[in-house]
């Protein structure tokens, strides 16, 4: 599966091992997809669910404490997998570390295997179940996404003190296409292009036009070759999911339009209509101009996630393992 014919070029990164960074650069149209984080000390329960994924993504996401509320950690999540030879994406954020804290745990991420990352500033502490928590917010995440550069292309800590081996990271961000003022989001993925940033990950897309728009302001600002975009796609179990997400998640969203079609269905075929919905969103996306895959979310569904990965025509997936020889790059 080949994307629309462009690469971004390369940069002067150190090398990183990453397989997703491989099939980027090799320009292939990459899948991957959001882990359940689980509520349990066994790493079975983190096994089970990550095998649900085996040969239908390229690379799994393993969340930080996503929407506030604990889960296990994101770097014995990312562990995990890469022991059973699945290729983990790293989420860290910075509300809940200090710049210490932060590059420890980049540090140690590397050492465990985990070469792909992507750093954001975390779901504020009142919309999870521990609203009395503490914020950091020591650095803000584009200042993260500096640090990781740093480490990775520079080999040394932000104090200036110098690593005795660099660590090779694959380095995400993320970016909200939909969140007011529209004109400023492509400005803010800009400057997280040249903080180091290799790879996006954006916020849910259900807005194909407003999506499209913000990927033709990306593109006149001349970052398709720099960056990989890789827009989100939620896949909605039900019309109260959908109705949730419009009303109580902030920067998310949802046209009216979506919930009124799942609120139409039958509820025993809502979860079938939402993997539609999914496929729909994945083939409108695929058109745009830059987009270089897809990143799928079923809350707790990772069945839903393999529906729309075959669905879509997304698999099979690549099985050989190409490297990355500039940061993901090429």
């Not at 800009?190 to 807005?207: E, N, P, S, Y």
């Not at 079609?261 to 496929?279: F, M, N, P, S, Y």
């Not at 393999?306 to 990355?324: D, H, I, K, M, N």
Request: glycine share 10%.
């Amino acid at each position: 599966m080949v994307a629309t014919g462009w690469r971004p070029k390369a940069g002067n990164r150190m090398p990183s091992p990453s397989r997703l960074a491989g099939l980027l650069r090799d320009g292939r149209f990459v899948v991957t997809a959001e882990l359940s984080a689980a509520n349990s000390a066994d790493p079975e329960a983190t096994w089970r669910r990550a095998e649900v994924l085996r040969g239908s993504v390229d690379a799994i996401n393993c969340t930080d404490n996503t929407g506030a509320h604990v889960h296990i950690s994101s770097l014995a999540a990312a562990h995990l997998l890469v022991e059973k030879g699945l290729e983990p994406i790293m989420q860290l954020t910075v509300r809940d570390r200090n710049r210490l804290a932060l590059q420890a745990d980049l540090l140690g991420a590397a050492a465990l295997g985990v070469r792909n990352i992507v750093l954001m500033s975390g779901d504020d502490v009142t919309a999870g179940d521990h609203p009395e928590a503490r914020r950091i917010y020591d650095i803000d995440s584009m200042q993260l996404v500096e640090v990781a550069a740093g480490l990775r292309d520079r080999g040394t800590y932000l104090s200036g003190r110098k690593l005795e081996q660099a660590p090779s990271f694959f380095i995400g961000a993320v970016e909200n296409p939909f969140a007011p003022p529209l004109e400023f989001r492509p400005l803010r993925l800009q400057k997280k292009v040249r903080a180091g940033a290799d790879f996006i990950q954006t916020q849910l897309v259900f807005d194909v036009p407003i999506f499209a728009r913000f990927m033709a302001m990306v593109g006149e600002l001349g970052l398709l070759d720099k960056v990989f975009i890789i827009p989100s796609i939620g896949i909605p179990r039900s019309a109260r999911g959908a109705r949730y997400m419009k009303e109580k998640v902030p920067g998310l969203h949802v046209p009216d339009s979506l919930v009124d079609r799942l609120e139409k269905t039958a509820a025993a075929r809502q979860a079938d209509e939402g993997v539609r919905i999914a496929v729909e969103l994945v083939s409108a996306v695929r058109e745009i101009p830059g987009v270089a895959g897809v990143h799928l979310i079923g809350i707790k569904w990772e069945e839903g996630v393999v529906q729309v990965a075959e669905a879509a025509g997304l698999l099979p997936r690549p099985t050989f393992s190409p490297r990355a020889s500039v940061g993901g790059h090429g």
